[in-house]
T-cell receptor
Framework: EPEVTQTPSHQVTQMGQEVILRCVPI?????FYWYRQILGQKVEFLVS????????KSEIFDDQFSVERPDGSNFTLKIRSTKLEDSAMYFC???????????????FGAGSRLTVL | SQQGEEDPQALSIQEGENATMNCSYK?????LQWYRQNSGRGLVHLIL?????REKHSGRLRVTLDTSKKSSSLLITASRAADTASYFC???????????FGKGTTLSVSS
């Protein structure tokens, strides 16, 4: 069964450093998403991306965050200058037809755990 | 903002028992989804129920939707230790552009 693949599975970084989290969505999916889950808390929407543009972003997704699809397969989340409170699991998700088109089931990756020291 | 609230926050049962968790929401919906998250893993879609449906089954899962009460329930019958996980309901945000998750119900099934 097709999977969403995320790397790294775990990254430890120093506060203020830049981090790039990578995702390979399912190959025929066109819509991509990042979510965040701070330990023990709810899964929070960060951003959605389609056709090389951000479709929607939450209040959490401020100027220190950016997303990119640098090639035909990867979808990345960059955090420019990490803070302690960025420590969380980051989940990538994708679907073929997009959230608002009645087919809003998402396929999630296993997540990247980010620890900021 | 549109977000489901699951109840209870935590549920502990014995293998073989049924587990019921509920999700309440505030505004009208087109559909509602349930996802499962095993510890330290990503979310896995379980079932989607549309606003014109009242009940839906998938294996040992039964989901109901009461749009008049703005609530849904997920029933897992004959639970197994492998059902131990967190369960989330998910709804579209008001603009219909993002899927929003509740805080989840943590289910523990002991053998």
């Amino acid at each position: 069964e097709p999977e969403v693949t995320q790397t790294p599975s775990h990254q430890v970084t120093q506060m203020g450093q830049e981090v790039i989290l990578r995702c390979v969505p399912i190959s025929n999916h066109l819509y991509f998403y990042w979510y965040r889950q701070i330990l023990g808390q709810k899964v929070e929407f960060l951003v959605s991306f389609y056709n090389n543009e951000i479709s929607e972003k939450s209040e959490i997704f401020d100027d220190q965050f950016s997303v990119e699809r640098p090639d035909g397969s990867n979808f990345t989340l960059k955090i420019r200058s990490t803070k302690l409170e960025d420590s969380a699991m980051y989940f990538c998700a994708s679907n073929r037809q997009g959230i608002g088109q009645g087919a809003n089931v998402l396929t999630f990756g296993a997540g990247s755990r980010l620890t900021v020291l | 903002s549109q977000q489901g609230e699951e109840d209870p926050q935590a549920l502990s049962i014995q293998e073989g028992e049924n587990a019921t968790m509920n999700c309440s929401y505030k505004t009208s919906i087109n559909n509602l989804q349930w996802y499962r998250q095993n510890s330290g893993r990503g979310l896995v879609h379980l079932i989607l129920i549309r606003s014109n449906e009242r009940e839906k089954h998938s294996g040992r899962l039964r989901v109901t939707l009461d749009t008049s009460k703005k609530s849904s329930s997920l029933l897992i019958t004959a639970s197994r230790a492998a059902d131990t996980a967190s369960y989330f309901c998910a709804l579209l945000n008001q603009a219909g552009t993002a899927l929003i998750f509740g805080k989840g119900t943590t289910l523990s099934v002991s053998s």
